[in-house]
C-alpha cells in the first residue's frame, strides 16, 4: 500500500522539483536606483542569484571623449559586504559604433581584484551595456575600492551627468548605503558628479 502511494506522489514531487528549479533559473533582476535607459540583462545572469543594479546618474550627455591608454576611475565604498558583479558602460554618442575595451575592480594598492574585457556594438543611443567580471569579487564595508574602465579605441560616448555620490541600495535585511569619490587612478576626468560608471552589478 505504501509502494503504491509514493509511486502515485513522485511524480508531483518531481514536477514541482523542475518548477522551482524554472523559477530560480528565470528570476529577474531586481532594478535599484533611478534607471530610465532601455536595460539589457546582465551577460550570464542566471549565474548569479538576484543580480541588483545600483545607478548613480540622474541624467546623461553626449560627447565624452574615450581613447586607448586613457583610464577613467571612480572609488566606491559600502556599508555593508556585497559582492560586484560586473558594470556597465557607454556606447558611442555620434552614431553607431563597434568598441572593446576592459574593466577592473581594484584595491587600494591598486592591485586588480576582477576583471574583464568587453565587445559590443552601439546604435548612437544612451543604452546601457553589462559586463561581468571573470570571475565576481566580495567586497567588505568601510573598504575603499576602485571600478575602472579603458575603451580600445578614440570615441566619443554618452557619460554621467549630474552623478549621485551615495546611493542607497536594499541588501540582505537591511539598506546599503554606496559611496562614489574622485579617484586618483582616472586620468580622463571621471568623478563622482560626471563621467563613466552609470551603474554597476552587485549581489548581496
Not at 541624467?59 to 577613467?72: A, E, L, M, P, R
Request: proline share 3%.
Amino acid at each position: 500500500e505504501v509502494s503504491k502511494k509514493l509511486k502515485t506522489i513522485s511524480p508531483y514531487y518531481a514536477s514541482f522539483n523542475r518548477m522551482q528549479q524554472q523559477m530560480a533559473m528565470y528570476a529577474p533582476a531586481l532594478h535599484v536606483g533611478k534607471i530610465n535607459r532601455e536595460e539589457t540583462k546582465p551577460a550570464s545572469a542566471t549565474l548569479y542569484k538576484h543580480p541588483q543594479y545600483v545607478s548613480r546618474f540622474v541624467d546623461t550627455d553626449t560627447g565624452w571623449g574615450v581613447d586607448s591608454g586613457s583610464i577613467d576611475a571612480l572609488d566606491v565604498s559600502s556599508t555593508h559586504d556585497m559582492t560586484v558583479l560586473g558594470m556597465s558602460v557607454f556606447g558611442d554618442s555620434d552614431g553607431a559604433a563597434t568598441h572593446a575595451g576592459d574593466i577592473e575592480l581594484l584595491d587600494e594598492d591598486e592591485f586588480v581584484l576582477a576583471s574583464a574585457s568587453f565587445s559590443f556594438t552601439s546604435d548612437g543611443t544612451d543604452k546601457l551595456f553589462d559586463v561581468l567580471f571573470d570571475k565576481p569579487f566580495d567586497i567588505k564595508a568601510g573598504v575603499l575600492y576602485t571600478l575602472s574602465v579603458e575603451y580600445g579605441e578614440s570615441r566619443n560616448v554618452h557619460y554621467v551627468d549630474e552623478g549621485e555620490d551615495s546611493v542607497e541600495v536594499q541588501c540582505g535585511e537591511g539598506v546599503a548605503v554606496v559611496d562614489f569619490s574622485d579617484s586618483e587612478y582616472d586620468d580622463n576626468g571621471t568623478d563622482e558628479d560626471y563621467g563613466m560608471f552609470p551603474r554597476f552589478i552587485i549581489r548581496c
